[in-house]
């Protein structure tokens, strides 16, 4: 039974993600220094995107149940490093007092609809941990400190990842295919591919490696790490080959390259 963590720790990790992303933006010899993991971006650019995620993620919990994206005001960060790390951390602040306010079984749009992730304020929290743990390591690592993920937030993390952006009706469009994801520590997903859309379980012991399964759930390529490394791979923050790779590698490339909602 996948393991999902409670939403008071969502709200600590977000909260906890979000102060370390300030302290290595707080560390950086410029904010018009590039992020390696972001190429087009400053960090002045990753401050105003995780902020401005944030305070929009605020106004959709806030605005409730809808069929389109609720119109969000967002106000202009400024360009002082002072004045932006206070923004970034009132922005830090306005979601997790809107997701404190309403629990997390509030009904809210979000982008993920048709997934196997629900539409709810408690996965919203679920997905802004990931988002500012990333951008934590995207800072991180432009200041030449990255972190190890924190091990709760990250097997948490493999199972969002593939429940939210990869899971769902959109099909495929190659040969049906099965992946395998396996943290070691201890917990490991297969993603089935196939032209009616894509889904995810996880298992419940590790498999015997590819070529275990039938049909779409055939597994042509399994990943090996740790939850974070793995994270790190589905965010397209450290390459595949990096880990280790069992069948075919090129699976893995194609699913980095699949926009389901292209």
């Not at 069929?67 to 106000?75: K, N």
């Not at 993603?191 to 889904?199: H, N, Q, W």
Request: hydrophobic letters at 40%; charged letters at 20%.
């Amino acid at each position: 039974m996948t393991e999902i963590l409670e939403f008071p720790v969502l709200l600590r990790l977000i909260d906890e993600r979000s102060v370390a992303f300030r302290a290595a933006v707080a560390s950086a010899p410029s904010l018009d220094a590039p992020v390696p993991t972001c190429p087009e971006w400053t960090v002045r650019d990753l401050v105003q995107h995780l902020g401005g995620v944030q305070r929009s993620w605020a106004g959709i919990v806030t605005a409730g149940p809808a069929d389109a994206r609720p119109d969000v005001t967002l106000s202009e960060a400024p360009r002082e490093r002072a004045d932006l790390l206070t923004w970034s951390a009132e922005s830090t602040d306005q979601l997790l007092r809107a997701l404190r306010e309403f629990g997390p079984d509030r009904g809210c749009w979000t982008w993920w609809a048709g997934s196997q992730s629900p539409q709810t304020s408690g996965a919203v929290a679920r997905h802004q941990v990931q988002e500012a743990m990333v951008h934590a390591y995207d800072a991180q690592i432009t200041v030449g400190d990255p972190q190890p993920l924190p091990g709760e937030a990250a097997l948490d993390g493999v199972d969002e990842f593939l429940s939210t952006c990869c899971a769902g009706t959109d099909p495929w469009p190659h040969e049906p295919a099965a992946v395998e994801y396996h943290a070691t520590e201890g917990r490991s997903w297969r993603l089935s591919l196939a032209a009616d859309g894509a889904r995810v379980t996880e298992l419940l012991a590790p498999a015997t490696g590819t070529g275990t399964g039938t049909g779409k759930d055939a597994v042509g390529a399994t990943l090996q790490g740790t939850a974070g490394e793995l994270v790190l791979v589905l965010y397209d923050r450290i390459p595949v080959n990096s880990l280790k790779v069992d069948g075919d590698p090129r699976l893995f490339d194609l699913l980095l390259a699949w926009d389901p909602s292209a």
